[in-house]
């Protein structure tokens, strides 16, 4: 088969094998076998990127505001979050991204213990410290704000330094950098490297350049193939019996939440992505102790079940670098395969979003 490589551009050939005739039950058709290769003859990309438009900053008090043609994009100084991003006088967020390193424990995580294991992190990106906050003037169309955090414990013990950079450039775009580096060797591993973000109900269509259709994880995604992929965010929520962790996607290029008039933001990784989106919030999946009665002595488990999970007025988005892997090899006591953990004490990453129209 003869095609022009362009620059840019990645390749993959998916071979799969179908049933010629109908067999008993099983229809002509149906799939027996399939894999997909990447191809290795990508040309890197040309990217020309347009003249900046020129930007302006206001900073009253704690805020800062951040304003170009038809954008603007707002700041928290005392809590180190971007607060808005108005696109064409459209509002796109109702929480700006937050640092993430908790998922809702699936069983797997129970029954290894993960959850008291690794639990000084589950509210590290909320017990955060804002050390300084740092607003660049505006050169050639661009502004850069920076976030230094102390990352605590519940206790309010010092466990990661962590940084935010945001890039503001004048064609409505913001880059996202962050670095996380544990204060001991001695700590627990984390559960997920990214950023939670809370956008409006009404963004509740999703397109994403990765694997898919189904969720998938580091340790559970070889059948889902790389491709472009679309749906209703109220579609990716998967119902287990517990709520739990579910929805994620793997090796993902960019991701969109629109509203039903392509209007929204995508979100561009400057390395490849680990993404979800639900109508819902993290701790909607999440149940308070462990339900598999192996609870200490005259504790009483809090059961929760599927009628508990009940679709919000909102859409979350997660944009992460990595969440751990899922497991299996028992429900009982096995941990996770080490390669597919978050077992490094630094890790940084990054992000583009953009308007998806």
Request: glycine content about 8%; aromatic content about 10%; overall charge negative.
């Amino acid at each position: 088969m003869d095609f022009t490589v362009e620059p840019g551009v990645e390749y993959f050939l998916t071979v799969s094998a179908t049933l010629k005739e109908e067999d008993g039950l099983v229809p002509a058709g149906t799939i027996l076998a399939a894999e997909q290769f990447e191809l290795p003859i990508a040309l890197p990309a040309n990217p020309v990127e347009a003249e900046l438009s020129a930007l302006s900053v206001v900073e009253n008090g704690d805020t800062v505001r951040v304003s170009g043609n038809d954008f603007e994009v707002s700041f928290d100084k005392a809590n180190g979050l971007m607060t808005s991003f108005v696109i064409n006088e459209q509002e796109m967020l109702l929480k700006g991204p937050e640092p993430s390193f908790w998922r809702a424990p699936i069983d797997n995580d129970f029954g290894n213990d993960l959850p008291i294991r690794s639990g000084i992190w589950k509210n590290a990106g909320k017990n955060r410290q804002v050390v300084s906050a740092r607003v660049t003037e505006p050169t050639n169309g661009q502004v850069q704000i920076s976030f230094v955090f102390d990352l605590k414990d519940d206790e309010g013990n010092k466990i990661a330094d962590y940084t935010s950079q945001y890039l503001v450039k004048g064609n409505s775009t913001v880059e996202v950098d962050n670095h996380f580096k544990m204060t001991s060797d001695d700590l627990p591993e984390v559960i997920r490297i990214g950023m939670t973000l809370i956008m409006p109900e009404t963004f509740n269509q999703m397109s994403w350049l990765g694997r898919g259709p189904h969720e998938s994880y580091q340790d559970r995604k070889t059948s889902a193939f790389v491709d472009l992929y679309s749906g209703p965010v109220a579609d990716q929520y998967f119902p287990y019996v517990r709520p739990q962790e579910n929805g994620n996607k793997t090796d993902v290029r960019w991701l969109s939440i629109t509203n039903d008039n392509g209007e929204g933001l995508l979100f561009e990784g400057k390395q490849l992505l680990e993404v979800s989106a639900h109508h819902n919030l993290l701790e909607d999946f999440e149940s308070p102790r462990r339900t598999d009665g192996r609870l200490p002595e005259g504790e009483t488990a809090v059961q929760r079940h599927i009628n508990d999970v009940k679709p919000r007025d909102l859409t979350a988005v997660d944009i992460d670098l990595k969440q751990m892997g899922v497991g299996g090899d028992t429900s009982w006591g096995a941990w996770t395969h080490e390669q597919y953990r978050l077992t490094d004490k630094e890790y940084s990453y990054g992000f583009i979003i953009k308007p998806a129209k």
